[in-house]
């Protein structure tokens, strides 16, 4: 096995090491491709001691030369790898390579030498309908990630609520945070919001203007191509969120969903049963038999989706959402605009590189999702725990939206939030209390067991997180 990179030594102070549970929090990654690098760079700049695994050495070459860890050239499923004494004994295992079986049995060694938590990858669309709950009792794996199906979630989400550009729901359902562009000519722009008639239930969080994050205050207003954040109680959220649908918008009854993978064929039904009309292409045949097996009233059509005259054929220009969800970020792009130009009224793409966000959104795409930062959200609430239940990154991994439980002892309870000495950067959104959800003021206090929703600047979120837990 080789060793490429440093591990911090002895002397680095200890106000540089994320402790967890008392102890150094050590997290090995099994795989370098795409998903582990996204994850190994958004755990890396927390400072927590990473150790990259992979036998492919051109990968961890690009690893080594872009981030902070330590890399080994070594098979991850091997017993060998696991008995390494720079692996044994972690305190979290994430195996995301490119196989379900390679994960899972890194999962089963990791446990068996002394690692505590396992985290994997498994992407075999049946498994995950018929068998999580078995492999996560009898395979030792304490998280399961399926990149494909929490973005096809996503996107359902989002697609349920029509002005949206995100939707997450926090606290089992209790509070909602909703995402929107400002329209040019929207009733709420230019308004003060000292002035604008919101419901109580419902909190302006935070803004995005020219990629700058913005904690609104009263004499603040929204400004034409803002992205808007608001959180409150989901039905009023709702009802709050037809201000922002535009007057022409129509109502979502037909999609048509460019490429007949993984995320595709998890879509497809859900639009399905939602009585959406559902028209799937993708020029492989079995995926399209895959696709059109699971859907009750839509079709899978075996085509090229690039084929203009087979777009218009099947209504591209009629389509109320068109989703490209290839494999190639580059096609997405021009399928969407391509399908913008035909008059579909609303486009969404799937990128894999997060970098492509900004620009799509530039040039005319409504809504771009990138699944690897989607289920890096998911692994960055596992990693922190200390009561923290799930963690938004948003526009793209610049900001976060955390649920953290207030644990006993923790510098923010009993007294109020005027007085926590918060971060700026921070900004408590509500809290569930009880079964209760509550919108805070200054004068709120906030007590152990409360469940709390933050808006954070991700580059201060480890400084954050400190005010919420219990005392060492």
């Known amino acids: 096995m080789e060793r490429i990179g440093q591990r911090p030594s002895p002397t680095v102070p200890q106000t540089m090491i994320i402790l967890w549970e008392g102890i150094l929090l050590r997290i090995v990654i099994i795989g370098a491709g795409k998903l582990g690098y996204s994850i190994a760079e958004l755990l890396s700049k927390e400072q927590y001691d990473i150790v990259v695994v992979d036998q492919n050495e051109t990968r961890l070459e690009t690893v080594k030369d872009t981030l902070d860890v330590l890399t080994i050239a070594a098979n991850g499923s091997s017993p060998i790898t696991m008995n390494d004494a720079d692996i044994r004994g972690a305190d979290i295992l994430i195996a995301v390579t490119a196989s379900d079986e390679v994960n899972m049995i890194s999962c089963i060694l990791a446990k068996k030498h002394g690692i505590k938590h396992t985290v994997a990858r498994i992407r075999d669309m049946q498994f995950m309908s018929e068998a999580k709950e078995y492999l996560k009792s009898n395979f030792d794996i304490d998280l399961m990630l399926n990149p494909e199906l929490i973005t096809a979630l996503e996107i359902n989400r989002i697609l349920m609520m029509p002005a949206a550009l995100n939707v997450e729901d926090f606290a ?13 000519h929207s009733p709420l722009a230019q308004v003060p919001f000292k002035d604008l008639d919101m419901p109580k239930s419902i909190l302006a969080g935070m803004i995005f203007r020219d990629h700058h994050m913005i904690i609104p205050h009263g004499d603040d207003s929204l400004q034409p191509h803002d992205n808007a954040y608001f959180i409150g109680n989901p039905k009023d959220i709702e009802k709050f969120s037809k201000n922002f649908v535009q007057r022409d918008a129509r109502k979502l009854r037909r999609a048509i969903i460019i490429g007949a993978g993984r995320t595709g064929r998890f879509l497809a039904p859900m639009l399905d049963k939602q009585g959406v009309k559902v028209k799937i292409f993708d020029k492989n045949r079995d995926r399209c038999r895959l696709a059109a097996a699971r859907l009750e009233n839509g079709i899978a059509i075996c085509g090229d989706g690039t084929d203009i005259d087979l777009l218009t054929e099947e209504g591209i220009g009629e389509a109320d959402v068109v989703i490209c969800l290839t494999e190639d970020d580059k096609l997405n792009l021009l399928l969407a605009l391509l399908a913008k130009h035909m008059g579909a009224s609303k486009t969404i793409v799937r990128v894999a590189r997060s970098e492509y966000i900004d620009l799509m959104e530039k040039v005319g795409v409504d809504i771009v999702l990138s699944s690897r930062l989607l289920s890096a959200s998911e692994v960055m609430a596992f990693a922190r725990r200390g009561g923290v239940v799930s963690v938004s990154l948003l526009e793209g991994a610049k900001a976060e939206a955390v649920e953290v439980i207030v644990q006993p002892g923790a510098p923010v309870a009993g007294k109020p939030l005027m007085s926590a000495k918060l ?28 469940r709390t929703i933050l808006f954070i600047r991700t580059k201060y979120s480890k400084k954050v997180m400190q005010y919420f837990k219990g005392r060492e």
């Open 423 to 450: 971060p700026r950067e921070c900004l408590v959104c509500a809290y569930v209390r009880d079964g209760e959800a509550y919108i805070p003021n200054g004068e709120t206090i906030l007590q152990a067991g409360d």
């Open 172 to 184: 089992e359902g209790k509070v909602r945070l909703f995402e929107t562009k400002v329209r040019r």
